[in-house]
């Protein structure tokens, strides 16, 4: 039997406390009903002796004191998923938000999830070509890996996270590919780009949004990423699917946990984020992953702008303690009109060792990149350096990694949104200007690929 | 007794029980109807806080808690050394084959296994007089870990008056030993231990030989003893778990136990996947025959992350005591002090800087203390070592932070990682120009005796040179290249040397990813040969951009991926063509 308590005590921010509650579980699911019928939906935080405190997913105007009625529901927050959610609208709080009809659920499941057995996980090692020579060439994506994207406002990281989901795709495998996409407190623009432009490429069939927008509740922001991995794990674990998972923007997500930190008056850690921050985004990171017993994965691709474009913010900073490498757009490429604009340099992926060479790219893949890198890195000391001092100043060989950095930028990195390079391709284009260079300085490369591979001086 | 209490409060990983007034601190409990496992960590009057080593959604007012009466303890016996536990030492293959691949809570698996059967050979027979710590028999455990059997510490000495060999499971008796006060005491190959007291030994010992990792800036730069402490801080990206990786494959231990704390699950997996397939260079055996896992990933309960590095330390203590030298390596005790941070802002605790709790250093200080090269207990004076490694996570790479802080106070290796160097993609990043050892001058005498009397002189030198390094380069960054003198171009030159040919080392190129130190020190003296070499031609006339031009320089640029079968006589013969060149180069001669 359910009962109904109306004995609401406190309403503070996103906060209220419940007094004389009896059998009321940790984290538990409530419902609020309002004076006029309409319901809301809230969480336990926290038991405490008799009195429980819950945290609101939507706003607290219109609560009553008197009037409002909560009964607890016995189960934590709950997605009810079905194969026919591809296609199809969902709100961040997982109902139905497009005017179709309502989804008939196959089952339902608890948004928190429960961790991976790390015995349990496969090592993600099969290569996901995307067509974007930065990312394919030097910061390789594998199935099953989280790779974010850092960005900073007016940057295009919804462009570039839409070329991922148009031209992604395993070579020599035709798979049931799917997207989910959970739009966290962006705007109404930005949320319909993607959409858009999913609609655009017929990619709209295979896609499941959530839809938070930045004028919907902010605390709702909590969940929405939640009810979209809880997706995603249906349809890749249950379903067999490959899933591609794009949130965006994770920060938006962060202040919303922050928010409710505060109104709980917890000793804050840096920049006021709660000191559980990391803790808690890893709950929502780590669920990406390939498992044993199932043919699907989860790549996921969180979007986050870097406050500041500042790399050591907490947001950025503990991400990149949990995701596997980070793509990270610079300002500097955006401005000299290089699309999509990769910082190369500070990119990395950390599974690209086991997705790459021989029946998977190419032999001399990992050669090709790492020469590349160290080249740039030098070729952009160069141009540093000649700032300062004038071209005159350099050694001859300076001059050629400077000019070999130039080239690089404008070719390798400055494809557009539109282009989409098969993984031949850009090593080819990666030797062509390597070629800049002389061949004695091919010192990443083993021997015999140079012999095979390469193009002749310039 | 067991006391028995029921839930008042629920917050998180933090459950405040009612009624337990009889039960002991640090009492291992059981919470809800799942039985979730805990531990009271603070007492006021009736009420016990408890941190759940679970999830503990569900929870609420009224649930039972039982006490077990007991501590947090690891069972330490054969069967530890190839498995994977989670913090509180729950086998991850076993909960797998049990709950499927996610974790399920509320269940309880034995850490080592009750029904497999292990032969034993006793090496001492009845009647024979023994003390704790005394080995009493061996278990083959692994094709290269022979497990010593041996009496546990809280046992009190007296004489073998049963003991056979045979096979037995970890739990049956294999012999009496009766104590001078006539108790008998059985012995089984299977022993308790609480994870947050250190195990026993008779006596510390200061440090006298190197922990070889393979790893040339470690070993010819930064060196750490066996039995030492040493910190791995970097930025994420810098390759923090590349370096422990490394060490946990290539150190020269008898065993690793690999603590993954609050780290990703796909680089235990890695590690899990990847090392039976790896040999070991000292035993040609596979890597995992070797090897102890922990993984407590970050998505996993956060209170079993602050267990899990006490699991971990206790188990390689076990091992010392056995006469082993033993690695633990975390990854990485920033997210242990999170978790601590936690638990303290939970239970509502005066917070310290940054919000961790003011303990932090003492127990980071009371981790890094379990290390060290030891007399183990027993009356055979077998020497043990315990090295611990940690990584530290610090935010935004700034190790002004408090873990860090905290760290380098204790550990006397810091090996710096820089994230301008791993932009370069210079693997490993340890900045050569701010990490440090303590070992260095200890070891000294080591280096000399067992690899190469110039060994100090060498490894100094190439310090040195890439002191200068760094000093000319400002000064080129003001006027440019041309203001230096040829003399300081070739110093640029071989420090460019040093650090591409013989630091950057690729942790998966095949006979780069180890370098015994005799090719190490062979490695050094070749480039130091180029620069002996080269000033000389100077001296004579040569031009430096000509010796900066030679194509013998790309030859040197392989050197260090020459297999090691044949590594003499490829330098020898770049050495002739080093000499060959030169020569051409100099004014009048060509």
């Not at chain 1, 009109?337 to 500070?346: E, N, R, S």
């Not at chain 1, 540093?384 to 000019?403: F, W």
């Not at chain 2, 490694?389 to 700034?398: L, Q």
């Amino acid at each position: 039997m359910i009962r109904e308590y109306k004995t609401i005590e406190e309403v503070a921010g996103p906060l209220m406390l419940v007094k004389r509650v009896e059998g009321v579980k940790y984290d538990e699911l409530g419902e609020i009903v309002m004076p006029d019928g309409s319901v809301r939906r809230c969480r336990v935080l926290e038991v405490n002796g008799n009195d429980v405190l819950v945290q609101l997913f939507e706003s607290s105007a219109g609560i009553n004191l008197s009037e409002s009625k909560v009964r607890f529901t016995g189960h934590g927050v709950e997605l009810a998923v079905s194969p026919d959610m591809l296609g199809r609208v969902l709100s961040g709080m997982g109902s139905v938000i497009d005017g179709g009809a309502r989804i008939i659920p196959e089952k339902t499941m608890d948004i928190n999830g429960t961790p991976i057995n790390p015995a349990a996980r496969y090592y993600p090692s099969e290569f996901i070509q995307t067509g974007v020579s930065t990312i394919d060439g030097l910061n390789t994506l594998v199935r099953g890996q989280k790779l974010p994207i850092f960005s900073g406002s007016g940057l295009p990281h919804a462009n570039l996270a839409a070329q991922i989901a148009r031209q992604a795709k395993v070579l020599g495998s035709d798979s049931n590919f799917a997207v989910v996409f959970a739009a966290v407190g962006i705007t109404f623009e930005e949320a319909d780009f993607f959409i858009n432009d999913f609609k655009k490429t017929g990619a709209i069939g295979r896609t499941v949004l959530f839809i938070n927008l930045a004028s919907d509740p902010a605390i709702e922001r909590i969940t929405t990423p939640r009810m979209a991995l809880t997706a995603a794990e249906y349809l890749a674990f249950d379903l067999g699917m490959h899933v591609l998972v794009i949130i965006t923007d994770i920060t938006n997500y962060a202040e919303a946990l922050r928010e409710v930190s505060a109104a709980r008056r917890e000793v804050p850690g840096r920049r006021g984020y709660p000191g559980y921050m990391y803790t808690d985004v890893a709950s929502l990171y780590e669920r990406a992953g390939r498992k044993m017993g199932s043919d699907g994965s989860i790549t996921m691709i969180p979007i986050l702008s870097m406050p500041e474009d500042d790399k050591t913010h907490p947001i950025p900073d503990l991400t990149g303690y949990i995701t596997e490498g980070q793509i990270i757009l610079s300002r500097e490429m955006y401005r000299k009109g290089y699309m999509p604009p990769v910082d190369v340099l500070p990119s990395l992926s950390r599974l690209k060792d086991k997705g790459i060479g021989v029946g998977k790219t190419r032999e001399d893949h990992s050669g090709v990149m790492n020469q590349l890198f160290s080249s740039y890195a030098r070729g952009k000391e160069a141009k540093e350096l000649m700032v300062v001092l004038g071209e005159s100043a350099l050694t001859p060989i300076e001059r050629l990694y400077a000019k070999f950095a130039d080239a690089f930028e404008a070719e390798y990195i400055n494809q557009g949104f539109y282009e989409n390079r098969t993984i031949e391709q850009t090593l080819d284009l990666g030797w062509k200007l390597l070629s800049i260079l002389p061949r004695s300085e091919m010192k990443r490369i083993k021997p015999q690929f140079v012999e095979k591979y390469w193009p002749g001086e310039r | 007794m067991s006391t028995k209490g029921l839930v008042y409060k629920v917050s998180g990983p933090l459950v405040i029980a009612e009624q337990m007034r009889t039960a002991n601190m640090f009492d291992v409990v059981k919470v809800g109807p799942k039985g979730l496992i805990g531990e009271i960590i603070e007492m006021h009057g009736d009420r016990a806080s408890v941190q759940v080593y679970e999830e503990t959604a569900g929870i609420g007012r009224g649930d039972e808690v039982v006490s077990t009466g007991a501590p947090l303890s690891v069972e330490l016996g054969p069967g530890l050394v190839k498995n994977i536990y989670d913090g509180i030492q729950r086998p991850l293959e076993n909960l797998r084959a049990i709950a499927g691949s996610n974790l399920t809570r509320g269940i309880w698996v034995d850490a080592l296994d009750r029904q497999k059967v292990w032969h034993f050979t006793a090496t001492v027979s009845a009647g024979t007089d023994v003390c704790p710590g005394d080995i009493i028999g061996t278990v083959q455990e692994t094709d290269v870990i022979l497990h010593k059997v041996m009496v546990p510490p809280a046992f009190k000495k007296g004489k073998i008056t049963k003991i056979s060999s045979g096979d037995y499971t970890v739990e049956q008796t294999v012999g009496i030993l009766t104590a001078d006060d006539g108790a008998e005491q059985e012995l089984k190959l299977m022993q308790k231990w609480p994870v947050r007291v250190a195990r026993p030994y008779r006596e510390k010992l200061p440090p006298a030989e190197p922990m070889i990792t393979g790893q040339r800036n470690i070993d010819s730069l930064f060196p750490i003893s066996r039995g030492g402490t040493a910190c791995v801080p970097g930025p994420f990206g810098a390759g923090k778990t590349v370096v422990q990786h490394q060490l946990a494959k290539w150190s020269d231990v008898d065993l690793v136990v690999y603590i993954g704390c609050g780290e990703r699950g796909n680089e235990m997996t890695d590690v899990l996947r990847e090392f039976p397939e790896i040999k070991d260079p000292k035993t040609g055996k596979n890597l995992m025959e070797r090897t102890v896992l922990i993984a407590n990933t970050s998505d996993m309960p956060v209170a079993a992350r602050e267990a899990s590095i006490y699991t971990g330390i206790t188990i390689a203590e076990y091992y010392r005591d056995m006469g082993y030298a033993v690695a633990v390596i975390a990854d990485s005790t920033s997210r242990w002090a999170e978790a601590l941070r936690e638990m303290s802002g939970r239970l509502e605790e005066m917070p310290g800087e940054e919000g961790y709790p003011a303990y932090l250093t003492s127990r980071l200080a009371q981790f890094y203390e379990r290390a060290g090269k030891v007399i183990c207990i027993g009356s055979d004076n077998r020497e043990g070592a315990l090295s611990a490694i940690g990584a530290v996570s610090p935010p935004g790479g700034d190790i002004s932070e408090p873990v860090s802080q905290a760290t380098l106070r204790i550990v006397k290796v810091f090996w710096g990682l820089d994230s301008a160097l791993a932009y370069r993609r210079h693997f490993p990043a340890i900045n050569w120009l701010n990490s440090y050892s303590l070992y260095r001058d200890r070891l000294a005498h080591w280096f000399s005796e067992n690899v190469a009397r110039d060994w100090m002189d060498q490894t100094q030198r190439c310090l040195k040179t890439l002191q200068q390094e760094a000093e000319l380069n400002e000064i080129v960054q003001l006027v440019g290249m041309d203001a230096l003198s040829q003399s300081d171009r070739m110093t640029l030159e071989i420090s460019r040397s040093l650090r591409e040919d013989f630091l950057q080392q690729d942790a998966l190129g095949d006979n780069d990813s180890y370098t015994p130190l005799d090719k190490q020190h062979a490695l050094l003296r070749l480039i130091f040969s180029f620069e002996d070499k080269g000033r000389e031609a100077i001296a004579k006339g040569a031009d430096i951009d000509a010796i900066s031009e030679l194509p013998v320089r790309e030859a040197i640029g392989r050197a260090k991926a020459v297999p090691y079968d044949v590594y003499r006589e490829e330098y020898a013969k770049i050495s002739d063509e080093l000499d060959r060149e030169l020569e051409a180069i100099i004014p009048g001669k060509a």
